[in-house]
């Protein structure tokens, strides 16, 4: 098996890593924005681009269940593109500057390319797989009548 038999967490996926250090980026950025945008653009932008971890945690938990996995990757995937439309807002109104709209969207590509891939594998993170990274489950016995 591949490297997921090491994932022990959502906290421990590259893509989750990205995910968070995108959204402290974009939270920094916004900082400098007009305060009249603090209910508009500012939230906006900082709560896409918190979903996007978010989601790939929600997906981890629910990866028991493929079609359900890739759901919540697929709500990380258009997290993470509404996070681009909101940084070129930004770019449009003029808080952010050329460059730092290329970087951050090439941020977002990349997590976007990364969610695809997971969402085209999603096999190796669901269903039988995961008793490569879950402890096996207690069997509960019940008493008979005959026990007493």
């Known amino acids: ?24 980026e974009i939270f920094q950025l916004s900082k400098s924005f007009p305060k009249d945008e603090n209910f508009s653009l500012t939230g906006q932008i900082r709560r896409s681009s918190r979903a996007i971890g978010a989601n790939i945690a929600e997906a981890w938990a629910k990866r028991k269940y493929e079609k359900h996995f890739v759901s919540k990757l697929t709500d990380a995937d258009g997290e ?11 770019l449009d109104c003029g808080y952010i500057t050329a460059q730092t709209e290329k970087t951050i969207d090439e941020h977002c590509a990349e997590i976007g390319r990364m969610l695809g891939g997971m969402m085209e594998k999603a096999e190796l993170f669901c269903g039988d797989t995961l008793r490569l990274t879950h402890e096996a489950k207690a069997e509960y016995l019940i008493a008979s009548d005959t026990d007493d």
């Open 1 to 24: 098996m591949s490297n997921l038999a090491h994932a022990k967490s959502f906290r421990d996926l590259v893509v989750y890593q990205k995910a968070r250090e995108l959204s402290k």
């Open 80 to 90: 993470q593109q509404e996070t681009q439309h909101w940084i070129g807002t930004a």
